[in-house]
């Protein structure tokens, strides 16, 4: 059985490296799954990028600090596979430019094994 998000986020390793690497998000649900208008602003857009690199309404993704979401997962093989998630992301991370709107999402339904057809980068 595949890790859930409580999973992920209830193993002391995990927490640990995304307090030490990363900024956590609280995202209102009806701006990103779609029952209200995000808005044209800064937070709207970056809305419109998370609703394209969606595979559901749930999943964990990493963002570029300018916005852009770099990858999105649902699910994991297994709880080994969560710090490998986040290792993937550096590398990516670190080609982006600091003024760089747009990336193409790696997107998974499983992390490794089902790797699904990336998001478009067009649209801010």
Request: with cysteine; hydrophobic share 40%; charged share 20%.
């Amino acid at each position: 059985m595949a890790p859930s998000q409580e999973t992920v986020s209830s193993k002391p390793e995990v927490i640990r490296r995304v307090n030490a690497e990363c900024v956590p998000l609280t995202l209102r649900a009806p701006l990103v799954n779609g029952a209200q208008g995000a808005g044209a602003d800064a937070e709207g857009r970056l809305y419109a990028r998370l609703k394209r690199a969606m595979l559901a309404p749930q999943g964990i993704g990493i963002l570029f600090p300018g916005g852009c979401v770099l990858a999105w997962v649902q699910m994991f093989d297994d709880s080994g596979k969560i710090l490998r998630f986040l290792d993937d992301a550096l590398p990516r991370n670190a080609t982006m430019g600091v003024g760089a709107a747009h990336a193409v999402t790696e997107r998974y339904l499983r992390f490794t094994s089902e790797k699904v057809e990336p998001s478009s980068p067009t649209g801010s």
